[in-house]
Protein backbone atom coordinates (compact mmCIF):
# COMPACT_ATOMS: atom_id res chain seq x y z
CA UNK A 1 0.00 0.00 0.00
CA UNK A 2 1.42 3.76 -0.54
CA UNK A 3 1.56 6.78 1.90
CA UNK A 4 -2.05 7.29 3.08
CA UNK A 5 -3.32 10.84 1.99
CA UNK A 6 -5.99 10.69 4.71
CA UNK A 7 -5.78 9.93 8.24
CA UNK A 8 -8.35 9.05 11.21
CA UNK A 9 -7.89 9.89 14.96
CA UNK A 10 -10.84 8.15 16.60
CA UNK A 11 -11.29 9.04 20.01
CA UNK A 12 -13.78 6.24 21.72
CA UNK A 13 -14.24 5.29 25.49
CA UNK A 14 -15.31 1.53 23.37
CA UNK A 15 -13.07 -0.75 21.64
CA UNK A 16 -13.47 -0.25 17.39
CA UNK A 17 -14.36 -3.50 17.20
CA UNK A 18 -17.27 -3.15 20.29
CA UNK A 19 -17.84 -0.02 18.33
CA UNK A 20 -18.21 -1.19 14.70
CA UNK A 21 -20.41 -4.11 16.00
CA UNK A 22 -23.13 -1.47 16.86
CA UNK A 23 -26.26 -2.11 14.99
CA UNK A 24 -27.18 1.32 15.52
CA UNK A 25 -24.17 2.78 13.80
CA UNK A 26 -23.79 1.94 10.19
CA UNK A 27 -20.92 0.53 9.96
CA UNK A 28 -17.56 -1.47 8.03
CA UNK A 29 -15.51 -3.60 9.76
CA UNK A 30 -12.55 -1.04 9.88
CA UNK A 31 -10.96 -1.85 12.90
CA UNK A 32 -8.85 -3.95 11.77
CA UNK A 33 -6.55 -1.17 9.75
CA UNK A 34 -6.12 1.40 13.20
CA UNK A 35 -3.54 0.66 15.39
CA UNK A 36 -5.02 1.64 18.60
CA UNK A 37 -3.28 3.61 21.59
CA UNK A 38 -4.45 3.41 25.24
CA UNK A 39 -5.00 6.52 27.60
CA UNK A 40 -4.53 5.07 30.92
CA UNK A 41 -4.02 7.02 34.75
CA UNK A 42 -0.90 8.18 35.17
CA UNK A 43 2.02 7.52 37.55
CA UNK A 44 2.43 9.23 41.18
CA UNK A 45 5.61 10.53 39.19
CA UNK A 46 3.64 11.25 36.56
CA UNK A 47 0.89 13.04 38.24
CA UNK A 48 3.11 14.82 40.94
CA UNK A 49 4.87 16.35 37.61
CA UNK A 50 1.88 17.31 36.64
CA UNK A 51 1.01 19.28 39.53
CA UNK A 52 4.70 21.29 40.32
CA UNK A 53 4.28 22.20 36.56
CA UNK A 54 1.58 23.88 36.88
CA UNK A 55 2.24 25.41 40.02
CA UNK A 56 5.37 26.43 38.75
CA UNK A 57 4.29 28.77 36.36
CA UNK A 58 1.48 30.44 39.24
CA UNK A 59 4.64 30.49 41.36
CA UNK A 60 3.33 29.11 43.97
CA UNK A 61 3.99 25.43 45.61
CA UNK A 62 1.81 22.92 47.65
CA UNK A 63 3.37 21.09 50.88
CA UNK A 64 3.40 17.32 50.62
CA UNK A 65 0.30 16.33 52.10
CA UNK A 66 -1.77 18.87 49.83
CA UNK A 67 -0.36 16.65 47.06
CA UNK A 68 -0.70 13.30 48.97
CA UNK A 69 -4.47 14.53 49.10
CA UNK A 70 -5.08 16.09 45.66
CA UNK A 71 -3.69 12.15 43.91
CA UNK A 72 -5.77 10.76 46.51
CA UNK A 73 -8.81 11.89 45.68
CA UNK A 74 -7.67 12.69 41.84
CA UNK A 75 -6.77 9.16 41.77
CA UNK A 76 -3.70 9.69 38.90
CA UNK A 77 -6.30 10.72 36.63
CA UNK A 78 -5.18 13.68 34.40
CA UNK A 79 -8.42 15.47 34.07
CA UNK A 80 -9.25 15.08 38.04
CA UNK A 81 -5.92 15.51 39.30
CA UNK A 82 -6.15 19.16 37.45
CA UNK A 83 -9.51 19.40 38.89
CA UNK A 84 -8.80 18.68 42.50
CA UNK A 85 -5.30 20.94 41.93
CA UNK A 86 -7.42 23.86 40.41
CA UNK A 87 -9.41 24.14 44.04
CA UNK A 88 -6.14 23.52 46.47
CA UNK A 89 -4.92 26.18 44.27
CA UNK A 90 -8.44 28.90 45.30
CA UNK A 91 -7.52 27.65 49.27
CA UNK A 92 -4.13 29.25 48.53
CA UNK A 93 -4.61 31.86 46.57
CA UNK A 94 -8.15 33.11 47.11
CA UNK A 95 -9.63 31.40 50.59
CA UNK A 96 -6.16 32.12 52.48
CA UNK A 97 -5.84 28.64 54.09
CA UNK A 98 -2.00 28.96 53.53
CA UNK A 99 -1.43 27.99 57.31
CA UNK A 100 -0.68 24.46 58.58
CA UNK A 101 -3.30 24.42 61.15
CA UNK A 102 -5.76 25.24 57.99
CA UNK A 103 -5.36 21.57 56.27
CA UNK A 104 -8.59 20.20 57.56
CA UNK A 105 -10.48 23.11 56.31
CA UNK A 106 -8.09 23.23 53.26
CA UNK A 107 -8.99 19.54 52.52
CA UNK A 108 -13.09 19.49 53.23
CA UNK A 109 -13.40 22.86 50.90
CA UNK A 110 -11.28 20.68 48.29
CA UNK A 111 -13.34 17.71 48.36
CA UNK A 112 -16.72 19.74 48.58
CA UNK A 113 -16.54 21.45 45.69
CA UNK A 114 -14.73 18.00 43.88
CA UNK A 115 -17.81 16.25 44.55
CA UNK A 116 -19.86 18.46 43.08
CA UNK A 117 -17.78 18.83 39.42
CA UNK A 118 -17.23 14.85 39.68
CA UNK A 119 -20.39 13.40 40.03
CA UNK A 120 -21.52 13.96 36.83
CA UNK A 121 -18.38 12.59 35.35
CA UNK A 122 -19.41 9.26 37.94
CA UNK A 123 -22.93 9.17 37.08
CA UNK A 124 -21.70 9.50 33.36
CA UNK A 125 -18.98 6.44 33.93
CA UNK A 126 -21.44 4.38 35.54
CA UNK A 127 -24.29 4.13 33.30
CA UNK A 128 -21.73 3.50 30.04
CA UNK A 129 -21.05 0.37 32.25
CA UNK A 130 -21.94 -2.94 31.55
CA UNK A 131 -24.00 -5.29 34.43
CA UNK A 132 -20.65 -6.76 34.91
CA UNK A 133 -19.12 -3.65 35.16
CA UNK A 134 -20.87 -2.21 37.58
CA UNK A 135 -21.02 -5.58 40.04
CA UNK A 136 -16.86 -5.54 39.43
CA UNK A 137 -17.10 -1.30 40.67
CA UNK A 138 -19.37 -2.22 43.63
CA UNK A 139 -17.65 -5.30 44.97
CA UNK A 140 -13.73 -3.62 45.37
CA UNK A 141 -15.31 -0.54 46.17
CA UNK A 142 -17.22 -2.14 49.33
CA UNK A 143 -14.54 -3.89 51.77
CA UNK A 144 -17.21 -6.21 53.38
CA UNK A 145 -17.99 -7.87 50.01
CA UNK A 146 -13.83 -8.71 49.29
CA UNK A 147 -14.98 -12.37 49.59
CA UNK A 148 -16.49 -11.74 46.12
CA UNK A 149 -13.56 -10.20 44.48
CA UNK A 150 -12.43 -13.77 43.12
CA UNK A 151 -16.09 -13.81 41.11
CA UNK A 152 -15.59 -10.40 39.19
CA UNK A 153 -14.66 -11.73 35.54
CA UNK A 154 -11.10 -10.83 34.09
CA UNK A 155 -13.00 -9.23 30.79
CA UNK A 156 -15.15 -7.12 33.62
CA UNK A 157 -11.72 -6.10 35.15
CA UNK A 158 -9.89 -5.39 31.78
CA UNK A 159 -12.39 -3.19 30.44
CA UNK A 160 -12.66 -1.08 33.61
CA UNK A 161 -8.93 -0.54 33.99
CA UNK A 162 -8.71 0.22 30.05
CA UNK A 163 -11.42 2.83 30.84
CA UNK A 164 -9.12 4.30 33.70
CA UNK A 165 -11.57 3.29 36.31
CA UNK A 166 -9.58 0.91 38.32
CA UNK A 167 -6.08 0.53 38.48
CA UNK A 168 -4.08 -2.60 39.97
CA UNK A 169 -1.84 -1.85 43.12
CA UNK A 170 0.52 -4.20 44.96
CA UNK A 171 -1.48 -7.71 42.87
CA UNK A 172 -4.70 -6.18 43.69
CA UNK A 173 -7.38 -3.98 41.78
CA UNK A 174 -8.82 -0.91 44.11
CA UNK A 175 -10.81 2.11 42.73
CA UNK A 176 -8.97 4.42 41.04
CA UNK A 177 -10.23 7.45 43.58
CA UNK A 178 -11.26 7.50 47.27
CA UNK A 179 -14.56 10.06 45.96
CA UNK A 180 -15.20 7.59 43.06
CA UNK A 181 -14.95 4.93 46.20
CA UNK A 182 -17.47 6.78 48.56
CA UNK A 183 -20.06 7.19 45.60
CA UNK A 184 -20.17 3.93 44.07
CA UNK A 185 -20.90 2.81 48.30
CA UNK A 186 -23.30 5.59 48.96
CA UNK A 187 -25.47 6.13 45.66
CA UNK A 188 -25.17 2.12 44.67
CA UNK A 189 -25.87 -0.03 47.97
CA UNK A 190 -26.98 -3.23 46.03
CA UNK A 191 -25.30 -5.34 43.80
CA UNK A 192 -26.63 -8.05 41.50
CA UNK A 193 -25.07 -11.65 42.74
CA UNK A 194 -27.07 -14.93 41.53
CA UNK A 195 -30.16 -13.36 40.90
CA UNK A 196 -29.94 -11.91 44.83
CA UNK A 197 -29.36 -8.65 45.72
CA UNK A 198 -27.40 -7.92 48.99
CA UNK A 199 -28.43 -4.52 50.05
CA UNK A 200 -25.20 -2.96 52.36
CA UNK A 201 -26.73 -1.20 55.25
CA UNK A 202 -25.27 -0.71 58.43
CA UNK A 203 -28.37 -1.50 60.48
CA UNK A 204 -30.11 -4.54 58.37
CA UNK A 205 -33.40 -5.22 59.20
CA UNK A 206 -33.34 -8.89 60.01
CA UNK A 207 -33.74 -11.43 56.90
CA UNK A 208 -36.51 -13.01 57.64
CA UNK A 209 -38.42 -9.64 57.88
CA UNK A 210 -37.03 -8.59 54.23
CA UNK A 211 -38.48 -11.82 52.51
CA UNK A 212 -41.66 -10.89 53.91
CA UNK A 213 -41.83 -14.07 56.14
CA UNK A 214 -41.40 -16.42 52.99
CA UNK A 215 -39.38 -19.32 54.01
CA UNK A 216 -35.75 -18.45 52.69
CA UNK A 217 -34.73 -20.43 49.50
CA UNK A 218 -31.64 -22.35 49.66
CA UNK A 219 -29.84 -20.73 47.18
CA UNK A 220 -29.71 -17.97 49.60
CA UNK A 221 -28.57 -19.71 52.44
CA UNK A 222 -25.96 -21.27 50.57
CA UNK A 223 -24.72 -18.21 49.57
CA UNK A 224 -24.72 -16.34 53.26
CA UNK A 225 -22.86 -19.41 54.42
CA UNK A 226 -20.56 -19.34 51.32
CA UNK A 227 -19.44 -15.86 52.18
CA UNK A 228 -20.34 -15.02 55.93
CA UNK A 229 -22.52 -12.36 54.92
CA UNK A 230 -23.77 -11.94 58.18
CA UNK A 231 -23.73 -7.79 57.62
CA UNK A 232 -25.90 -8.32 54.92
CA UNK A 233 -29.59 -8.59 54.44
CA UNK A 234 -30.66 -9.44 50.94
CA UNK A 235 -33.88 -8.66 48.57
CA UNK A 236 -35.08 -11.04 45.66
CA UNK A 237 -34.83 -9.57 42.57
Given at each position: AGEPKLTYIISTSMPLMDLTNNKEIPDSPFFNIFKTGRLCLYTREESEGLINKLLQQAGIGFVPEDIDYIL????MHP??????GSFMFETYVSKGLIDQGDRKMRHDW????FILEAIPHFS?????????????????????????????????????????L??????HYKI????FEEWLREEFSYIADEGIVPCLRDDPQPLIDILDQEEIPWEILDLLK?????PLCYLRL
Open positions: DIGGFFVRLAVKAQYYWKRSTEKEKKALVILATPRMSGLISSIKKKALSALEHRSIREEDGFSSVKHQYE
